[in-house]
């Protein structure tokens, strides 16, 4: 269904282009007599229309699967150079390629090829368009050359309906055939006519419980693009699921699951951390200390040495920590226009150039900003799962004045790091690294203010 963006084939009834086809391989009735078209296709009868016809409207389906429970078809969709979808498909759908791309116009003739997507007209129901019950856009680089490939593609699955892994029970299973991420929607929230369900990334962990990317388990890659995991899934007959890599050929099979950053961090718990004599800044002169907050109120400047946040203050107070859970809330004080303002969570700390740190940003675009990092007497080394390598880490931390939750859980002995903001269950970034086995807390900034509140630390002092 692709073959270009003027491509109307997928819309020609008369055309087995862009569509899904319905078919009884044991009948006759088919114009070449080997095999049957069911009587009650959508299309049987229609003049001028294929009766192998069930749906239409698609540029490249890519893997479609029934849910055990309910009978209803899931089905992956590749977008052509924005939108990635996921559709339940009955019989007679119309998803819109090529007027359609997701739940965008597609303008075919747009003389600027990187401008074709536009809101959905007024009267668009008139059209009979099918869309997405969960979608995720491309996030190209802001130079990207929007002729070419962005490098995402998504691999549809299936609803586990299983039983050796209870926890993913309901939860329809894809993922991103390219970089090897593995998502999943809840089934009960995928509902067509509202909205697009809410899209999850799965963690993923060898046998022995250790943290893995596919592209770690899928090796080098296919010529030419290294990082290409070529990702699928399948299930038995029992229901369990499994992963393939294209990339190297191998199978994995589901056995279990467990939560990232969810070992035990220990029992020692210190509160009521705010006060001067509690912390230990690069440059006090830049600091307000008052009885419930911590509050950078100067910007930090550039200092001598590897790149790393320019001002900060180190938790004093208690000991150095083994694995720890931190929970406080933090304010960013910069104004919301400035769009690379940021505050940091400092971990791991054992000297002014041996570190690891948060970075909480408004701007999710640039290496620099809204990951996790290490300072390793070297300039900061992003070291988080969420950066796509090109243009995008994970959907920027803070974008307003407000105060917000933010958790971050270390656990030096599988190095896995996790930072939680708002109370969400999923992580809104994720690390795994061994380097810094203990250390301190602390909070700053790289040059912009903000303020810190209700600072709670539990672990295992070091």
Same mark, same amino acid.
């Given at each position: 269904?692709?073959?270009?963006?003027?491509?109307?084939?997928?819309?020609?009834?008369?055309?087995? =282009?862009?569509?899904?086809? &319905?078919?009884?391989?044991?009948?006759?009735?088919?114009?070449?007599?080997?095999?049957?078209?069911?009587?009650?296709?959508?299309?049987?009868?229609?003049?001028?229309?294929?009766?192998?016809? $069930?749906?239409?409207?698609?540029?490249?389906?890519?893997?479609?699967?029934?849910?055990?429970?309910?009978?209803?078809? $899931?089905?992956?969709?590749?977008?052509? =150079?924005?939108?990635?979808?996921?559709?339940?498909? &009955?019989?007679?759908?119309?998803?819109?390629?090529?007027?359609?791309?997701?739940?965008?116009?597609?303008?075919?003739?747009?003389?600027?090829?990187?401008?074709?997507?536009?809101? /959905?007209?007024?009267?668009?129901?008139?059209?009979?368009?099918? $869309?997405? @019950? !969960?979608?995720?856009?491309?996030?190209?680089?802001?130079? +990207?050359?929007?002729?070419?490939?962005?490098? @995402?593609? #998504?691999?549809?699955?299936?609803?586990?309906?299983? =039983?050796?892994?209870? !926890?993913?029970?309901?939860?329809?299973?894809?993922?991103?055939?390219?970089?090897?991420? *593995? /998502?999943?929607?809840?089934?009960?929230?995928?509902?067509?006519?509202?909205?697009?369900?809410?899209?999850?990334?799965?963690?993923?962990?060898?046998?022995?419980?250790?943290?893995?990317?596919?592209?770690?388990?899928?090796?080098?890659?296919?010529?030419?693009?290294?990082?290409?995991?070529?990702?699928?899934?399948?299930?038995?007959?029992?229901?369990?699921?499994?992963?393939?890599?294209?990339?190297?050929?191998?199978?994995?099979?589901?056995?279990?699951?467990?939560?990232?950053?969810?070992?035990?961090?220990?029992?020692?718990?210190?509160?009521?951390?705010?006060?001067?004599?509690?912390?230990?800044? @690069?440059?006090?002169?830049?600091?307000?200390?008052?009885?419930?907050?911590?509050?950078?109120?100067?910007?930090?400047?550039?200092?001598?040495?590897?790149?790393?946040?320019?001002?900060?203050? #180190?938790?004093?107070?208690?000991?150095? +920590?083994?694995?720890?859970?931190?929970?406080?809330?933090?304010?960013?004080?910069?104004? #919301?226009?400035?769009?690379?303002?940021?505050?940091?969570?400092?971990?791991? +700390?054992?000297?002014?150039?041996?570190?690891? $740190?948060?970075?909480?940003?408004?701007?999710?675009?640039?290496?620099?900003?809204?990951?996790?990092?290490?300072?390793?007497?070297?300039?900061?080394?992003?070291?988080?799962?969420? +950066?796509?390598?090109?243009?995008?880490?994970?959907?920027?931390?803070?974008?307003?004045?407000?105060?917000?939750?933010?958790?971050?859980?270390?656990?030096?002995?599988?190095?896995?790091?996790?930072?939680? @903001?708002?109370?969400?269950?999923?992580?809104?970034?994720?690390?795994?690294?061994?380097?810094?086995?203990?250390?301190? #807390?602390?909070?700053?900034?790289?040059?912009? *203010?903000?303020?810190?509140?209700?600072?709670?630390?539990?672990?295992?002092?070091?």
């Amino acid at each position: 269904g692709g073959l270009g963006v003027r491509n109307t084939d997928p819309q020609n009834l008369g055309l087995p =282009h862009g569509k899904l086809l &319905r078919i009884d391989p044991r009948g006759a009735n088919s114009a070449n007599g080997r095999y049957g078209i069911p009587a009650d296709n959508p299309f049987v009868g229609q003049a001028g229309a294929l009766g192998e016809i $069930y749906a239409v409207g698609f540029r490249d389906p890519h893997r479609f699967s029934w849910d055990r429970a309910t009978g209803r078809m $899931y089905l992956g969709h590749i977008g052509e =150079h924005a939108i990635e979808a996921i559709y339940e498909v &009955r019989a007679g759908d119309n998803f819109g390629w090529s007027e359609r791309e997701g739940s965008f116009v597609f303008d075919k003739t747009a003389t600027n090829p990187c401008d074709r997507l536009f809101p /959905l007209p007024a009267d668009d129901e008139r059209y009979g368009y099918t $869309y997405p @019950v !969960a979608a995720y856009d491309h996030d190209p680089a802001a130079d +990207w050359n929007c002729t070419a490939d962005v490098g @995402v593609a #998504v691999a549809g699955g299936f609803v586990y309906r299983g =039983h050796a892994v209870p !926890a993913l029970r309901g939860k329809y299973v894809f993922g991103d055939l390219v970089d090897g991420r *593995v /998502l999943y929607t809840e089934a009960n929230e995928m509902r067509r006519g509202h909205g697009l369900a809410p899209i999850h990334q799965l963690a993923l962990f060898d046998a022995a419980g250790g943290p893995v990317r596919m592209r770690d388990l899928s090796g080098p890659g296919a010529p030419g693009d290294p990082n290409r995991v070529d990702l699928r899934f399948g299930t038995d007959a029992a229901g369990e699921l499994y992963l393939v890599a294209k990339a190297n050929g191998t199978i994995w099979k589901v056995t279990g699951t467990r939560e990232f950053a969810s070992g035990d961090v220990g029992d020692t718990t210190l509160r009521h951390t705010s006060g001067a004599a509690n912390w230990a800044p @690069v440059t006090p002169a830049k600091w307000q200390f008052t009885r419930d907050q911590v509050i950078l109120a100067e910007a930090g400047e550039s200092r001598p040495g590897p790149r790393r946040p320019f001002e900060y203050a #180190v938790l004093t107070a208690g000991p150095a +920590w083994s694995s720890v859970l931190l929970d406080a809330r933090v304010r960013l004080d910069t104004p #919301v226009e400035v769009s690379n303002r940021d505050v940091i969570i400092v971990f791991g +700390w054992r000297s002014d150039t041996e570190f690891y $740190y948060a970075h909480l940003s408004t701007d999710n675009t640039i290496y620099p900003h809204n990951g996790i990092f290490k300072v390793n007497n070297a300039d900061r080394e992003r070291i988080d799962h969420q +950066w796509n390598g090109r243009s995008r880490g994970a959907n920027p931390a803070i974008t307003d004045a407000d105060w917000h939750r933010v958790r971050l859980v270390h656990l030096p002995a599988t190095g896995e790091i996790a930072v939680y @903001v708002d109370g969400h269950r999923d992580p809104l970034l994720t690390a795994k690294d061994t380097t810094f086995g203990s250390g301190r #807390v602390g909070f700053g900034s790289f040059d912009n *203010v903000g303020r810190l509140r209700n600072l709670t630390v539990t672990g295992t002092p070091a």
